[in-house]
């Protein structure tokens, strides 16, 4: 069984910085792409970025590259999102994604985030201004 457990939000001034973790449990780590998406009140899901775990490619939308970055960690089974210059329009609860096929997860991510098969509980970001 699939599983993903984000961590790391908080609460945060405009500016700042946070890293958000995913460890990922139930399936072959380094075989998987792992992504994340976030979601604001009221707004549909928006898709940040991927990471295929069997080579360290990195995939990111437009809105966020060169200010989030994504990592990953095979030892711990954990993938990681350093964000950067956090801005308030940035609140949201941000949640993990996985698939066993990067590249469905990337048009996944852009086209339709609600379409993953796999999340998990999500971790809230507050961003003041």
């Known amino acids: 069984e699939v599983q993903l457990v984000e961590s790391g939000g908080g609460l945060v001034q405009a500016g700042g910085s946070l890293t958000l973790s995913c460890t990922a449990s139930?399936?072959?780590?380094?075989?998987?792409?792992i992504g994340w998406f976030r979601q604001a009140p009221g707004k549909e899901r928006e898709g940040l970025s991927c990471?295929?775990?069997?080579?360290?490619?990195?995939y990111y939308v437009d809105s966020v590259k060169g200010r989030f970055t994504i990592s990953r960690d095979s030892a711990k089974n954990t993938v990681y999102l350093q964000m950067n210059d956090l801005r308030p329009e940035d609140t949201a609860v941000y949640y993990c994604?996985?698939?066993?096929?990067?590249?469905?997860?990337?048009?996944?991510?852009?086209?339709?985030?609600?379409?993953?098969?796999?999340w998990g509980k999500g971790t809230l970001v507050t961003v003041s201004s």
């Open positions: 994604t996985a698939d066993p096929k990067v590249l469905r997860l990337w048009v996944l991510l852009n086209a339709d985030p609600k379409g993953v098969d796999y």
């Open positions: 139930g399936f072959n780590f380094d075989t998987y792409g």
């Open positions: 990471i295929n775990n069997s080579d360290g490619k990195e």
